[in-house]
């Protein structure tokens, strides 16, 4: 089955610590985001690519990276810089070629500071 | 910038009641508009998608309807259940693959 998958489920992150969130999808979706979530929010764009090797930032991308480059692959890493980075972290995918397919969301993965 | 509200923030019925979710969305120049369900501490399952030029998409018991130049769409769960029970999320997408901006969702209860 074609889907997007998150890893890992649940990440615990120290003080000063760089950590990097997978995504991989292989519904050959050409564009991919990171949104974050946080409770009683609404989810908020962090970056976005439409094609391997670009991408752009989104409402939120103060300390955080990201990378493409490979068509099936989006990792997201959370650097030292983001204050508060505690948080749910959802990818998401589309094609923007074939259009109104709409988007298809992993599973998340639930970021802690310890 | 387009904002996505959504009406109300939570509600709880009982079981068999028809119910209806509210999205507003403050640019009528969008693409798609697409609702989601998420339950507590997972993924958002994609629903129900409404392009720009369609008026109403129905699955099962769920109906969706788009008024793009009031800016306004409309969940309607039918004979809801308590599996139903779940956050409902509005999204609007304003040219294909640029982004989705969402609103902040409704916490739906149906108690047994």
């Known amino acids: 089955d074609g889907g997007i998958t998150q890893s890992p489920k649940y990440l615990f992150r120290k003080e000063g610590q760089n950590v990097t969130l997978s995504c991989e999808q292989n519904?050959?979706?050409?564009?991919m985001y990171w949104y974050r979530q946080d409770p009683g929010q609404g989810l908020r764009l962090i970056y976005y690519s439409q094609i391997v090797n670009d991408f752009q930032k989104g409402d939120i991308a103060e300390g955080y990276s990201v990378s493409r480059e490979k068509k099936e692959s989006f990792p997201l890493t959370v650097t030292s810089a983001q204050k508060n980075p505690t948080a749910f972290y959802l990818c998401?995918?589309?094609?923007?070629?074939?259009?109104?397919?709409?988007?298809?969301f992993g599973s998340g993965t639930r970021l802690t500071v310890v | 910038k387009q904002e996505v509200t959504q009406i109300p923030a939570a509600l709880s019925v009982p079981e068999g009641e028809n119910l209806v979710l509210n999205c507003s969305f403050t640019d009528s120049a969008i693409y798609n508009l697409q609702w989601f369900r998420q339950d507590p501490g997972k993924g958002l399952t994609s629903l129900l998608l409404?392009?720009?030029?369609?008026r109403e998409q129905t699955s099962g018991r769920l109906n969706a309807s788009l008024d793009k130049s009031s800016g306004r769409s409309t969940l309607y769960i039918a004979a809801s259940q308590p599996g139903d029970s779940a956050t409902y999320l509005c999204?609007?997408?304003?040219?294909?693959?640029?982004?989705?901006?969402f609103g902040e969702g409704t916490q739906l209860t149906v108690n047994p």
């Open positions: 519904l050959n979706h050409d564009a």
């Open positions: 999204a609007v997408e304003e040219t294909s693959g640029s982004r989705l901006t």
């Open positions: 998401a995918s589309t094609s923007p070629r074939t259009g109104g397919i709409g988007y298809t």
């Open positions: 409404i392009q720009s030029s369609q």
